[in-house]
């Protein structure tokens, strides 16, 4: 879900838990919530490098190449977002910014936009892996997109979702499934749906063993099948009372928040303002407009508002490259920056006519050649590299 669910006349994914109860319509927050997102100046914080998140599964340390290996003053090291961070901002009314993300290159864009939070959800099988719903997605597989979205956003405070199916059995089995996410995935905290009470024991009992739990009430993506459908919740007054019932039993659970997904304004503006602690909105291919293609229709919910086109810009991309493929424009010496030292280049064509390979020997030897050409006047990279 994007944001856009703030700016519709009924509200999808309700944000405005996160300004106190009576400071702020709906409508209003979307701009004052992307405001602060990018905090001072409109722009977003320059990217500082945090030191990187302990997740264990009994691999070895792996090198930081892309992290750098150097450590970094202290004056340039960002806070983490914390818990602490989340309760203070919601106290003091300030907009807390949430999206989703399912690997490294999100990860890393979202900790340099400066969002509060990232969640890694399960609708990573619908967006990420094709799926018609979120239901197949396995523990496993979530905790693999955890560890790549931890990889990438050190500051940001990570939420990991509890699949289907890992969650609803016993309380044994949700903490078991939390403690996995947290240690394997390296996320901050959990998330599961719903708010049956075997659904709210899960989240005590996940509290209990020490780990921060999200909640998520409304349409709950996971239950498709029992509500036939991805529908909007809470529309009649029995459902409504559902929805503010709900809410208050998380909270009372010990829920550090709660998003409330699919359900109209009033019923969204109401639980915020029963609530103590903040309601959240989000998915970061909505809102980027990645899903172009009719074929994706079906993933982007219709209440989505797009602030980019990036979907648009990938055709444009794909077209292009292949294009180029064919037309035999790229790669071109710019591109091929390996070369064989001047001296090897006739060893290694004598070598080849040795084995009767005369006709590659010749195509190396155009290879050579072609890729000494100056282009505009400027030497070519194996000049350059020599
Ligand atoms: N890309 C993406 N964005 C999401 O917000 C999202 C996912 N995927 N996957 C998991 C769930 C599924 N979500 C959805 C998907 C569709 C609608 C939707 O358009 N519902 C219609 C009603 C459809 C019906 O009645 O069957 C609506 O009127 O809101 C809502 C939420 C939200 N979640
Ligand atoms: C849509 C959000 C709330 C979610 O649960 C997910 O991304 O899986």
Do not use: W
């Amino acid at each position: 879900m994007s944001f856009s669910r703030l700016l519709t006349p009924r509200l999808l994914l309700d944000t405005s838990a996160m300004f106190p109860p009576s400071s702020s319509t709906v409508a209003s927050s979307l701009s004052r919530q992307l405001r602060c997102s990018t905090r001072t100046g409109g722009s977003p914080p320059p990217h500082r490098h945090v030191a990187r998140r302990v997740m264990s599964n009994g691999a070895p340390a792996e090198p930081a190449i892309y992290g750098g290996g150097a450590q970094q003053a202290p004056s340039a090291v960002a806070r983490r977002v914390t818990l602490a961070t989340l309760r203070g901002k919601h106290r003091r009314g300030e907009p807390i910014s949430m999206v989703t993300a399912y690997d490294y290159p999100s990860g890393v864009h979202i900790d340099a936009a400066g969002f509060d939070i990232c969640l890694v959800g399960d609708s990573a099988a619908m967006v990420a892996h094709g799926h018609d719903n979120t239901l197949p997605i396995t523990l496993d597989l979530m905790i693999e997109h955890c560890r790549a979205v931890a990889r990438g956003a050190t500051r940001t405070f990570l939420v990991g979702d509890l699949p289907f199916g890992t969650y609803e059995s016993s309380t044994a089995q949700a903490v078991a499934s939390a403690v996995r996410v947290m240690k394997e995935g390296g996320v901050d905290s959990i998330k599961l749906e719903g708010s049956t009470p075997s659904r709210i024991s899960a989240a005590k009992a996940i509290v209990d063993a020490g780990i921060a739990v999200m909640g998520h009430i409304g349409l709950t993506p996971q239950s498709v099948s029992a509500l036939g459908g991805f529908r909007p919740q809470g529309k009649t007054v029995e459902s409504a009372v559902k929805v503010i019932e709900a809410a208050l039993a998380l909270q009372d659970a010990g829920c550090f928040a709660v998003v409330l997904e699919c359900v109209p304004a009033p019923v969204a503006a109401a639980a915020t303002s029963a609530l103590q602690i903040p309601t959240i909105g989000i998915v970061y291919h909505d809102l980027l407009g990645t899903f172009q293609h009719p074929l994706h229709a079906k993933v982007s919910p219709k209440f989505c508002k797009q602030y980019g086109n990036i979907g648009d810009a990938i055709n444009r991309a794909l077209s292009k490259y292949k294009q180029e493929v064919e037309t035999q424009s790229f790669p071109g010496p710019s591109h091929t920056p390996y070369k064989l030292a001047d001296t090897d280049v006739d060893a290694f064509l004598n070598a080849l006519k040795k084995k009767g390979l005369d006709v590659a020997a010749d195509a190396a030897a155009d290879a050579v050649e072609y890729s000494e050409k100056e282009i505009n006047g400027t030497p070519q990279l194996n000049k350059i590299y020599a």
